[in-house]
């Protein structure tokens, strides 16, 4: 069922990233800048997975952007068959990037393909440099790690250095991006990464 979405995102030369995170690290903070900052460039359409509520989609709403929410009640990942109808839904336009929201848990979703190029991890500094280590499985499985909520560090005992280090030591093939999704900072690295990434365009 992976492989199928994989191919609907090839045939369409969309990109298509798999946000994976614990709940509240700036998933949705971070689409909203994102898009806010390149969508004029580059057409964005979203996945949301949450258990309950659509107020990540409302959000994402609000910037414009095309945007479709899954409720997943009691399931604590998206899978690649309730993600093929939102694609059906969301219908994404050539040459576009889709960002999928998974649920927040920095457990389960790491074991679930969805026919994403590629998991982006999001770690926030409140959750401890430690999380890597902890949680080896999702950093293993990301290609990118961005740390969000850099603008806290002055106030925090979070040791950045430690934190990507820690990363590393699990997937020493990570690409690591601090931002602030909140302020700004860092983050021309992340979109010329997505720019770096697009697939080749599709004609028509
Ligand atoms: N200080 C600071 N706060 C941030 C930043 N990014 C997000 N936040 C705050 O963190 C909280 C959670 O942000 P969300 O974007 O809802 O996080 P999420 O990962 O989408 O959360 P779930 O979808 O519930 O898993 C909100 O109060 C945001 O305002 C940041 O860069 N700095
Ligand atoms: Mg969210």
Known sequence: LAMRNRGFFEGRKVLALNLVSSPGSGKTALLERTINELGAQIAIGVIE???????????????GAKVVQINTGAGCHLEADIVARAINALDPTNNSIVFIENVGNLVCPALFDLGEQAKVAILSTTEGEDK???YPHMFR?????????IDLLPYLKFDINKCIANALAINPSLKVMAVSAQ?????QLWYDWLKANILAPARG
């Open 49 to 63: 997975g949450d258990q309950e509520t659509d107020n990540d989609a409302q959000r994402i709403k609000a910037t």
């Open 132 to 134: 890597p280590l902890k």
């Open 141 to 149: 499985a990301a290609q990118v790690l961005l740390i969000n909520k």
């Open 183 to 187: 302020e700004g900072t860092g983050m």
